[in-house]
């Protein structure tokens, strides 16, 4: 099973809205990334997780608040967006080594009004 | 800072044609993918390549690797419609600081007509 899940399909949210995006795998996999995808771009990395650690954080703006409550799941929450923000957000996993194949959800397509 | 350049960005095929994607990057990586992404859903891997000289096929596709040139290739062979997708090739930086982090090229729209 490489299947990696993602809740909501899709989002629409006021600048003043508190959101969640969820993500979960249970394929064993130690390591669990965030993108952020524009269309008709490639994905951009946001965060990794490895062993449930924040490990990478790619000069995210606060308003973008991962967190990762056990290995499996793996949340973004979101707070004061800006238009600027909408997007496909995507949760990827991993085996926890460096270079492994990164298997990726179907996506959180997110518009924020 | 690692770089990955696709070429070309566009590419239209006749069905039943040949065609090859290009990806360069920049410094020195051992590990590069190819991913597919159809409009408005998620990527899908298609090849993990893994060493100099590593070549893989499936289907109409075949990817290979030449590390000393920085070089992937992802050949088309016979195209049909249902490759019409997004080809993204994918590097992982080798430095140890970046662990996990995947550099993507700026991707190929490759459409296939009759």
């Known amino acids: 099973d490489t299947e990696v899940t993602q809740t909501p399909k899709h989002l629409v949210m006021g600048m003043t809205n508190k959101k969640s995006l969820k993500c979960e795998q249970h394929?064993?996999?130690?390591?669990m990334y965030w993108y952020k995808q524009k269309a008709k771009k490639p994905p951009e990395l946001m965060f990794v997780?490895?062993?449930?650690?924040?490990?990478i954080n790619e000069s995210v703006p606060s308003r973008f608040s991962p967190e990762c409550p056990n290995s499996s799941l793996l949340n973004l929450h979101l707070h004061a967006l800006q238009p600027e923000d909408s997007a496909l957000y995507l949760c990827?996993?991993?085996?926890?080594?460096?270079?492994?194949?990164?298997?990726f959800g179907p996506g959180t397509r997110l518009l924020v009004l | 800072e690692l770089k990955v350049e696709q070429n070309p960005l566009f590419l239209s095929m006749q069905e039943g044609k040949n065609y090859t994607i290009y990806c360069n990057y920049s410094?020195?990586?051992?590990?590069l993918y190819w991913y597919r992404q159809d409009p408005g859903k998620s990527l899908e891997s298609l090849f993990v390549?893994?060493?100099?000289?590593a070549v893989k096929q499936e289907g109409r596709l075949m990817a290979s690797l030449d590390t000393k040139a920085r070089l992937s290739t992802l050949h088309i062979t016979a195209a049909v419609h249902d490759l019409s997708a997004t080809y993204f090739c994918?590097?992982?930086?080798?430095?140890?600081?970046?662990?996990?982090?995947?550099?993507f090229g700026q991707g190929t729209i490759l459409t296939v007509h009759p």
């Open positions: 390549l893994l060493s100099n000289g």
């Open positions: 990827a996993s991993s085996q926890g080594w460096q270079g492994a194949t990164q298997y």
């Open positions: 994918a590097v992982v930086d080798a430095g140890g600081t970046s662990y996990g982090k995947l550099t």
């Open positions: 410094t020195t990586s051992d590990r």
């Open positions: 394929m064993g996999h130690r390591a």
């Open positions: 997780y490895s062993y449930e650690k924040l490990s």
